[in-house]
């Protein structure tokens, strides 16, 4: 950043902080959000280390598939936000932690119930194997209070609705129509809130002599 930073504003190797006129966060925002849409190395790098998160899901014929990835708390929100699970055989999907019940996870819809649940069955328990028999409700654990057992009636009247197919199950990138993860998609999506002005049109695509 600051060899960006010293190209731009003095277009030479070292520059002092009075050459900085805007603020750089601001500057590398995209044209339509009142930056210059210069690229935002940290924004970038979060986008790429996305990208492995998504093929840690989908792809298993990647060499490093099975080793312990370490992501941070802000990557893995991110992710999860950005993300759904279009249910086919419930073989891949986890019944806890994904967001597969009508775009939203049991996180979402009883997070007191989830704090009943070991961690290693909030990780490991598929779709297709807490459906079996209703295997789910065994996973839970400890004493349930009166919200604990209202969202339990509740996430049992909705699991009891799910169809499981032969389909494989799908991951869902919200951000492109696909629904298949792209680096530039993840990119822009870090700037959604933010505000945006069509008037950059009048100076960027403005006709003007070379």
Same mark, same amino acid.
């Given at each position: 950043?600051? &060899?960006?930073?010293?190209?731009?504003?003095?277009?030479?190797?070292?520059?002092?902080?009075?050459?900085?006129?805007?603020?750089?966060?601001?500057?590398?925002?995209?044209?339509?959000?009142?930056?210059?849409?210069?690229? +935002?190395?940290?924004?970038?790098?979060?986008?790429?280390?996305?990208?492995?998160?998504?093929?840690?899901?989908?792809?298993?014929?990647?060499?490093?598939?099975?080793?312990?990835?370490?992501?941070?708390?802000?990557?893995?929100?991110?992710?999860?936000?950005?993300?759904?699970?279009?249910?086919? +055989?419930?073989?891949?999907?986890?019944?806890?932690?994904?967001?597969?019940?009508?775009? =939203?996870?049991?996180?979402?819809?009883?997070?007191?119930?989830?704090?009943? &649940?070991?961690?290693?069955? =909030?990780?490991?328990?598929?779709?297709?194997?807490?459906?079996?028999?209703?295997?789910?409700?065994?996973? &839970?654990?400890?004493?349930?209070?009166?919200?604990?057992?209202?969202?339990?009636?509740?996430?049992?009247?909705?699991?009891?609705?799910?169809?499981?197919?032969?389909?494989? +199950?799908?991951?869902?990138?919200?951000?492109?129509?696909?629904?298949?993860?792209?680096?530039?998609?993840?990119?822009?999506?870090?700037?959604?809130?933010?505000?945006?002005?069509?008037?950059?049109?009048? &100076?960027?695509?403005?006709?003007?002599?070379?």
């Amino acid at each position: 950043e600051k &060899i960006q930073r010293r190209f731009l504003w003095a277009g030479r190797a070292n520059t002092h902080g009075g050459h900085c006129h805007v603020n750089w966060r601001r500057v590398c925002r995209p044209l339509e959000y009142g930056g210059l849409g210069i690229r +935002d190395l940290e924004r970038t790098g979060l986008s790429l280390r996305l990208r492995w998160l998504w093929l840690t899901r989908t792809d298993t014929n990647r060499a490093w598939q099975g080793l312990d990835m370490q992501f941070t708390t802000e990557e893995r929100a991110l992710f999860y936000a950005s993300t759904t699970m279009a249910i086919g +055989d419930g073989r891949t999907t986890l019944f806890w932690e994904d967001r597969w019940l009508g775009g =939203q996870s049991v996180r979402e819809l009883a997070p007191r119930l989830l704090k009943c &649940i070991p961690k290693q069955s =909030q990780k490991s328990r598929t779709v297709a194997e807490a459906l079996a028999g209703n295997s789910w409700a065994r996973d &839970i654990h400890g004493l349930l209070g009166l919200p604990e057992i209202g969202q339990y009636l509740q996430l049992w009247h909705l699991v009891q609705h799910v169809e499981l197919s032969n389909e494989p +199950d799908r991951l869902l990138w919200s951000w492109t129509a696909s629904g298949v993860y792209t680096a530039q998609s993840c990119y822009r999506a870090t700037f959604q809130g933010a505000t945006g002005c069509h008037s950059w049109k009048l &100076i960027w695509r403005s006709w003007a002599p070379p």
